[in-house]
């Protein structure tokens, strides 16, 4: 008989980790917990909702998703030593294989009237010797004005290479905010608490070199209304807010901003 047990038994990937690690971290988040069940004397139904809950997540497949916006940056900031480097920070779902952009225009598409056009540059250098990085491939994708990803092509997605002097420079517009979770779990989890679930505007970098990548980030734009509320906890930071500069209007009579921004890598091949 073809149970849910004996399908569970069959399909269950074996959890790896070293015993004691795994044991030592499970008496502790169980500790943990039981301080907050008595702080807050939680009983048994809510303590049954909260395991609905979890079982409707599961079945989401949205687990993982809440421990990356809830706790993933923890983990970075305290995995990843990166002294003098640029703040490293969360892939997100929607990365994938982006083509060359020889002239660092990330645009395939005609811009809209609403768009606002963003030229960004800097210099990459590393973090060690300050000294500039040339050959260095910056991966960059992002959502538009309107906060949609183009799924299905390479639209604000695409890849430029440093120049002899460590210097990148594209051609995109200023992203918009989103939410990801207005039908799922997670967007029921929080509006239980009063939250909203959106993403502060921001834009993906990828830094690569010889094959290696050395820095995931994100950027985000400083007048973009989520930018001290990301329900990311801990994504947006000081250090990676870009400073933008009215630029007049482009060749399309769009709006056009500037903004600079240097990245440090810090290279341990």
Known sequence: MNSPLNRYERDRPAIE??????????????????AVVREFAITQDELHLAGDYLNRLGRAGMCRSLIDVSL???SIDATVGQAGGTRRNLEGPFHTKHPPRPLGDLLD????????RLKLSGKVSDAATGQPMAGVVMDFWQADHQGHYDHDGHH???EVTTDSEGRYAI???IPLDYSDHDHDPIGELYRALGRHNRRAAHIHVKAWRDGRELLTTQLYVPDNP????DYVEGAVSGDL????????????GNPAYAAGFDFALVDVG
């Open 17 to 34: 980790a070293d015993p004691a690690r795994l044991k030592a971290i499970h008496a502790k988040i169980v500790e943990s917990l039981k």
């Open 72 to 74: 993933a940056m923890t």
């Open 109 to 116: 598409r005609p811009l809209e009237a609403d768009a606002r």
């Open 156 to 158: 604000l997605r695409g």
């Open 171 to 173: 051609s995109t517009v």
């Open 226 to 229: 989520y930018i001290d509320s």
């Open 241 to 252: 807010i870009l400073q933008l500069a009215d630029a007049g209007v482009d060749e399309h």
